[in-house]
């Protein structure tokens, strides 16, 4: 069952009790390994965040049965962290639209999510208003059994 299928999409409760402790070793491990990464040095940190994020947008992607191409991912990253190129050909709009978008998720995780921040989530995903061959309503929430 998709999230927009659930009958209370899309107001959304959770109890805390049950995602505390899930997040606090979530949040372990994590320490761990920015521990780790501080030791590498920079040029491997960046590195590493940049390898991190690109199989971020290709797993993401693969799970809605979207393949990019991983050096395009790569390509868009760094891109937009500023890192240098040299040698990586430009990315198409859709790769952009999933990079666009997972960094904002990530970087911007202090911000609210709200149905505008989704919204344009979705038009970075979908700039053409269409999945594939098929039509989509971009900037509005899915309703029904298909999603559209």
């Keep these: 069952m998709y999230i927009y299928q659930q009958p209370t999409w899309p107001n959304f409760t959770w109890q805390h009790e049950n995602l505390e402790p899930l997040l606090g070793a979530v949040r372990h491990q994590q320490g761990r390994v920015l521990g780790r990464m501080e030791a590498l040095g920079f040029s491997l940190q960046v ?3 940049l390898q991190t994020l690109t199989l971020e947008a290709l797993k993401s992607s693969e799970i809605e049965g979207e393949m990019l191409p991983s050096e395009q991912v790569r390509s868009s990253l760094a891109r ?17 639209g999933v990079v666009e978008m997972l960094l904002d998720a990530t970087q911007g995780f202090a911000h609210l999510v709200t149905a505008e921040r989704l919204c344009n989530w979705q038009a ?18 899915r309703m029904g059994a298909k999603g559209t």
């Design 47 to 49: 590195e590493a965040l």
């Design 80 to 96: 937009r962290l500023g890192i240098p190129v040299a040698g990586l050909g430009p990315a198409e709009r859709r790769v952009d």
């Design 124 to 141: 970075a995903l979908f700039p053409t208003g269409r999945n594939g061959l098929q039509r989509i309503q971009v900037g509005a929430w």
